[in-house]
């Protein structure tokens, strides 16, 4: 069975696209890392309630980020500023003032802080009601957050925005104050 010119046309197609394949997966894995922007995880949320009504609410919240190896120095700023926005059901609830960081390491995995307060806002019939049921009903309450952090790519101004996961957080035993995350950590996804 000899060689016909179709199927060398067919043999060079193939190779061709094998070619191309492997080009594009080359330049995808050797990106540069300034590409790819890493997830951060929320290690660990406490939410303190100081008062709360149906229209009314008083509370902190600390929230402590994972923030992995490759994230300071290639994304980030090893010195720069931190702030988050808390939500409960899409509804913003507090936004924390630009908090500083220094002396992250390079290249290390390490852990960043950040507080929000709010003193006796507004939140809305229903929001408040909500929350006051999901603290009674089910001992927890969900929280969606955001998180900027100075940017430091090159050609780049401003801060990488993140948002996280649903945090559950969960009352202890006995107390309708205090909350403490509960469950998997959620992954904040830089947008």
């Keep these: ?3 016909t010119a179709k199927g060398d046309r067919v043999l060079h197609h193939i190779c061709v696209a094998c070619t191309m394949l492997s080009c594009v997966t080359i330049a995808y894995l050797s990106a540069p890392l300034g590409t790819r922007v890493p ?4 290690a660990s949320m406490d939410f303190t309630v100081h008062n709360i009504t149906q229209t009314r609410l008083s509370a902190n919240w600390d929230l402590l980020i994972r923030v992995p190896r490759t ?4 994304f980030i700023c090893l010195q720069g500023d ?3 926005s808390l939500f409960y059901k899409d509804i913003t609830l507090a936004t924390s003032s630009r908090q500083r960081y220094n002396d992250l390491k390079s290249n290390s995995p390490q852990q960043l802080r950040v507080s929000a307060a709010i003193s006796e806002e507004d939140i ?5 009601k909500n929350i006051i049921k999901d603290i009674n009903d089910k ?4 929280f969606g957050s955001q998180l900027f952090l100075t940017d430091c790519r090159e050609k780049t101004k401003g801060v990488l925005r993140y948002v996280c996961r649903e945090t559950t957080l969960r009352f ?18 830089s947008f």
Excluded: W, Y
């Design 124 to 128: 809305g019939g229903l929001i408040g």
């Design 139 to 142: 001992r927890e309450v969900k």
């Design 172 to 189: 202890e035993p006995g107390s309708e104050t205090k909350a403490t995350a509960f469950g998997d950590n959620p992954t904040c996804t």
């Design 39 to 42: 997830n951060i995880e929320i």
């Design 71 to 74: 994230l300071p120095d290639h």
């Design 1 to 3: 069975m000899g060689r």
């Design 82 to 84: 931190i702030q988050a």
